[in-house]
């Protein structure tokens, strides 16, 4: 089963601080978003990258990625005001004829080869799979003055991951309806869950598979890489 992947890179990494935008942010000697990219380019059903970007560095971004261009397609063109937009933007960018796509954060580097499998396999049978893993602390949801209104069952709770892998068919509907009504999402998957067009399926990601958020998460992710090779 062939599939696209879409890169949202067009944030600004607020929280993480720093100049550049965080998927250009030095990890063990290669750009973040390098990374990134680099299990899925070994994935022979890969057959098309889209990276959305922020406009004023495109050509970086594109630099940062250019060890694989000679594998797979990769495009980077330009990102929109936010991550659902982004999105959208690599999604109707695409060029191949892939049935499927997965959206994966620039910032998680960390990706197995394992969890992408699991994603892609899961698309046999659902319009959308997520990877995650169960919630092991307790979860309470609170009003705005951070009273507590509820103690949620964690046994039924997953905190979920990226890569989604998502029906391309069905996303460019959900995507095209969002615009028309106004609706954002957190994540690529409630598109699919808010709109009703299909089965979504969590399927177990993997602990090492963060995202860099903030700057203590910074040797984490460098641990985790270290013994990946950097060419």
């Given at each position: 089963?062939?599939?696209?992947l879409l ?71 330009s990102g ?152």
């Amino acid at each position: 089963m062939s599939y696209a992947l879409l890169i949202p890179a067009a944030g600004k990494g607020e929280r993480f601080g720093g100049e550049l935008p965080k998927a250009l942010t030095p990890v063990n000697g290669k750009p973040l978003i390098w990374w990134s990219l680099k299990c899925f380019v070994q994935d022979s059903r890969l057959e098309e990258v889209s990276i959305a970007a922020p406009d004023e560095y495109i050509s970086a971004i594109a630099e940062s990625v250019g060890d694989f261009v000679e594998i797979v397609r990769i495009s980077v063109i330009s990102g929109g005001l936010t991550r659902q937009d982004s999105v959208g933007q690599a999604l109707f960018n695409l060029k191949s004829g892939a049935d499927n796509v997965l959206v994966h954060d620039a910032a998680r580097p960390a990706i197995s080869r394992d969890v992408i499998d699991r994603v892609v396999e899961g698309l046999d049978h659902n319009v959308a799979v997520v990877p995650g893993l169960p919630v092991t602390d307790t979860v309470k949801r609170v009003d705005k003055n951070l009273t507590v209104r509820e103690t949620l069952n964690r046994e039924v709770l997953f905190a979920v991951q990226t890569p989604q892998g998502i029906r391309l068919r069905e996303f460019q509907r959900a995507h095209r309806m969002a615009k028309e009504h106004q609706i954002q999402c957190t994540d690529d998957a409630a598109l699919i869950e808010y709109f009703q067009l299909g089965s979504v399926k969590v399927v177990f990601g993997d602990p090492q598979n963060i995202k860099l958020t903030l700057p203590h998460d910074l040797p984490r992710v460098e641990t985790f890489l270290r013994d990946i090779p950097s060419n």
